[in-house]
């Protein structure tokens, strides 16, 4: 202990607040929350530690504290500093989007659509669902069963679907409010799981189709049958109380922590999900960590079951909901199948090449190998083009080792000799370098380049324009065009021979290549399909950007059937663009 830390600890107050630990290079590794901060900091310090713990206070050069009024604004502010730094010590689960939902149309035409919140007053909401293939396909399943409106646009005509019985065709009849709300009633009893009577009507339609030779409509009838019924099986084990509940477990093994949560929602369950994570500290606080930021995605149920006091004791004054602990029942039964999922978890990861060697300890060997600090941040940029058409740019950032979505950007390359891949590289690098110094944000540590030397250069010389220091190298190729190690602005080598650095870096080139790839797919299909529907008579931009929209793939424009293009277009327009897709 140097002697900074023991003066700021004896300065150290009874009060609840955050702490932030630095190194030696004034970066935040660590930040905690604390009760009480003096008897929670001066731990660290004054008592014995292991492993990973050990680590990161051998690291610590000094420490700073916020205090705050309790302990909720304590965490909230926890959660806000980790977000703005990503310490390298901090235990985060992926970033992800917000659980998805269904939502339903309050009034008039009867829509759904899958949202990823719940604010808009106008929908009803079902959810939130674990993933959004479970939402979509629950989706799809609706607009076979009831005759809703399948389009985004009302056409002018009927479409295959008011035919097929699969519609009540708004664009041509007037639909009385009477008969949407029976519908509406039906949907969301059929989201609430009471699908007895659907399932009953499918069985008979089934026979009948059957009784008259009908086999085709028959298999159709029958494959609905097996969707709902499938659903059933999946939520065979519901609860008689109809509560919106979430169900924790959580188990441990060679410094891996896993935790699973079963989502019941008016007692049916929707799904279920599992994280691991690298174990940091007291396991029972960094479960509890980990459960409040499940809920920064989605909205709180009715009630969580986790059967550990201390975990709810860290919750309970975080969190507005009912916490319990059980012990018997079906609920318990619930919970008992929680812990095997996370049990199953933990085999999962370590039986497969998900289970990686600590990434903070190859970043370390690639800071001696460069020689240069650690790199916990890492950017990587690429280039994409297609004979000088569509030319983009891609910049993808890897935080300890993992990667951040929050920081991807894409670029357009905006110079005019689109093929001169140094010159892009040179843009790129200019445009975004130049705004994080203007804005004042913090520079990744290690910026990697696809394209050896000359790349490298392009990029240093960039970075040297606009007074930026941030070390560069490329990831350079052997006479087989495979990747072989990293070149600096000299042309040194650094071969990895590390079969595990090499794939981690690898990881990260497929990554920035691919998401280069795909903006630069994205545009080039864009602007094939804006040539497309120039000539076609009647396309004004509005009917333009809705085609784009709905077919960002000029693929699936091609694909699309008259059928499909009578519900967005009048007959005439559709015709013609149909034939022009087609000759």
Partial sequence: ?????????????????????????????????????????????????TGKVFKMVQNVEYFETIIVNNEKEALILEMNLIHQYYPRYNILLKDGSH????????????????????????????????????????????????PIRKCRNIPSSVCLYYHLGQCLGPCVNKIPEETYSEYRSKIKEF????????????KAKRDKASEELNYELAKEYSDLIKSIEHINTTSSVETNDKVDRDIFAYS?????????????????????????????????????????????????????????????????????????????????ELVVSAKSNANNALDEYFLSSKLDTDKIALLDELGELLKIQTPYHIELFDNSHLQGSSPVGAMVAYINGEPNKNLYR???????????????????????????KKEEKKYPDLILVDGGLPQVKSATSALKDIEVDIPIFGLYKNDKHQTEGLIDIN???????????????????????????????????????????????????????????????INELKNASLEDLFQILPSEVAKELFEKLHH
């Fill in 252 to 332: 441990s093994r060679n410094g891996y922590l896993a935790l699973a949560f079963l989502i019941y929602r008016n007692g049916m369950l929707l799904g279920k999900e599992t994280h691991v994570v690298e174990a940091f500290g007291d396991e029972e606080e960094q479960v509890a960590d980990l459960i409040f930021q499940l809920y920064e995605r989605c909205p709180l149920p009715t009630e969580i079951i986790i059967n550990n006091e201390n975990i709810i004791e860290n919750l309970s004054s975080y969190l507005d909901v009912n916490f319990n602990n059980v012990t018997k029942g079906k609920i318990y």
């Fill in 1 to 49: 202990m140097n002697e900074r830390i023991k003066v700021l600890i004896s300065n150290l107050k009874h009060s609840p607040g955050v702490y932030l630990m630095h190194d030696k290079n004034d970066t935040v590794i660590y930040v905690g929350k604390a009760k009480d901060l003096q008897k929670r900091v001066s731990q660290y310090f004054l008592r014995p530690q």
């Fill in 491 to 553: 042309g040194n080598t650094y071969p990895i021979t590390d079969k595990k650095l090499f794939f981690l870096l690898t990881r990260m080139q497929d990554e920035v290549h691919r998401f280069a790839i795909s903006f630069h797919k994205e545009k080039r299909n864009k602007a094939m399909t804006v040539s497309l529907l120039d000539d076609v008579k009647g396309l004004g931009n509005k009917r333009k950007e809705l085609i784009q929209r709905l077919y960002p793939d």
């Fill in 191 to 202: 989201l609430r799981g009471n699908n007895h009577v659907e399932l009953m009507e499918l």
């Fill in 410 to 436: 894409k670029f357009k390359i905006e110079h005019e000799e689109a093929r001169d891949d140094f010159k892009s590289m040179q843009e790129v690098i200019t445009r975004h370098y130049s705004r994080l």
């Fill in 99 to 146: 659980y998805p939902y269904i939502a339903i149309k309050k009034k008039g035409d009867i829509t759904l659509t899958i949202k990823r919140n719940n604010k808009d007053k106008n929908y009803d909401y079902f959810g939130p669902f674990p993933n959004s293939g479970a939402a979509y396909k629950m989706v799809d399943l609706i607009h076979k069963i009831y």
